[in-house]
C-alpha cells in the first residue's frame, strides 16, 4: 500500500451508534472472546491430563466467586455469538434485510442471549 | 484460498461448530461440580472424545479464517498482518493436534 492516509475502516468511533453496528461489533468482540474460552477449554485438559492435582485447581477456581463470574461471561458470549450468527446465516439467504425486521432481530438477539444464559447455566449446574 | 470458498467454509463451520460448542461448554460447567475421576470417564467415552476433537479442529479453523477478517479489517501494515495469520495459522494446527495427541494416546 503506498498512501497510508487512507481511512482506517470501519470507523467505529464516527459513525453514530444503531443496534445494527453495536451488535456487528458486539458479534467480532465476542467471537474473539469465545476463542480465549476455547483456549482456556485447551489449557484445561491439557493441565489435568498430565495431573490429578491440578484438577482440584480447576474445581476451586471455577467455584470461587471470580470463576462463576469468568463463566457466566463465558456463557452469554457462545450464547450471543450463536444467536446472533443465526442472524447472519438468515441474512445469508436472504432474509431480515428490511430496517424493521434487522432492529428487531437485533434486540430479540440481545435479549435471547441473557434468557439464554440463564437457562444455560441453570440447566448445566442441574438447578432446574 | 478463494474468498467464495473462505466465505462458504466460514458459513458451514459455523453451523457445525455451534452445537459442538454449546454442547461442550455444558458439559464443561456440569463437570465444574464433579471429581477428576468423572472428568476422565466423560474423555473415556468414545462419542465425547471424538466430538471434543471435531470441536477443537472446527473451533480453531472457524476462528482462523474470522481473525483473518478481523486482521484485514484493523491491521493496515502488510508485514504485521502477515506475521498475525502466521500466527494464527499455526495455533489453528498445534492445539488441534495437540488435543488430538492428548484424548488418543494420554487420557
Redesign the interface.
Known amino acids: ?1 503506498t498512501d ?1 492516509q ?1 481511512p ?3 470507523h467505529l468511533q464516527i459513525y453514530r451508534w444503531h443496534i445494527s453496528s453495536l451488535l456487528s461489533i458486539t458479534h ?1 468482540i465476542t ?2 472472546v ?2 480465549l ?3 482456556l ?2 489449557v ?3 493441565t ?3 495431573n ?1 492435582n491440578n ?2 485447581l ?2 476451586l477456581t ?2 470461587s466467586f471470580f470463576g462463576k463470574f469468568i ?1 457466566i461471561g ?2 452469554w458470549s ?1 450464547s450471543f455469538h ?1 444467536l446472533s ?2 442472524r447472519h ?1 438468515a441474512w ?1 439467504i436472504g432474509y431480515g434485510f428490511e430496517i424493521k425486521t434487522a432492529k428487531i432481530s437485533g434486540i430479540l438477539v440481545i435479549l435471547s442471549s441473557l434468557v439464554t444464559t440463564i437457562i ?2 441453570l ?4 438447578l432446574i | 484460498m478463494k474468498e467464495t470458498r473462505k466465505w462458504i467454509l466460514h ?1 458451514v463451520s ?2 457445525i461448530l ?1 452445537p459442538l ?2 454442547w ?3 458439559s ?3 463437570l ?2 464433579k ?2 475421576q468423572e ?1 476422565i470417564n466423560f ?1 473415556e467415552n468414545p462419542l465425547f472424545k471424538t466430538l ?1 476433537i471435531a ?2 479442529f472446527v ?2 479453523f472457524h ?1 482462523k479464517i ?2 483473518n477478517e ?1 486482521f484485514d ?2 491491521i ?1 501494515d ?1 508485514k504485521i498482518k502477515d506475521v498475525a495469520n502466521i500466527l494464527s495459522l499455526i495455533l489453528s494446527i498445534v ?1 488441534p493436534v ?2 488430538f495427541i ?2 488418543v494416546y ?2
Open positions: 500500500m497510508n487512507n482506517i475502516s470501519p467480532r467471537g474473539v469465545n476463542l474460552a476455547l483456549i477449554m485447551f484445561w485438559i491439557l489435568f491430563s498430565f490429578e484438577y482440584e480447576f474445581l471455577t467455584n463463566l463465558f456463557t457462545m450463536i450468527g443465526i446465516l445469508d444455560f447455566w440447566l448445566a449446574r442441574g | 458459513r459455523a453451523t455451534a460448542f454449546a461442550f461448554y455444558f464443561l460447567i456440569s465444574s461440580e471429581n477428576y472428568a474423555f471434543t470441536l477443537f473451533g480453531f476462528a474470522s481473525l478481523i479489517d484493523y493496515h502488510k492445539v495437540i488435543i492428548l484424548l494420554k487420557i
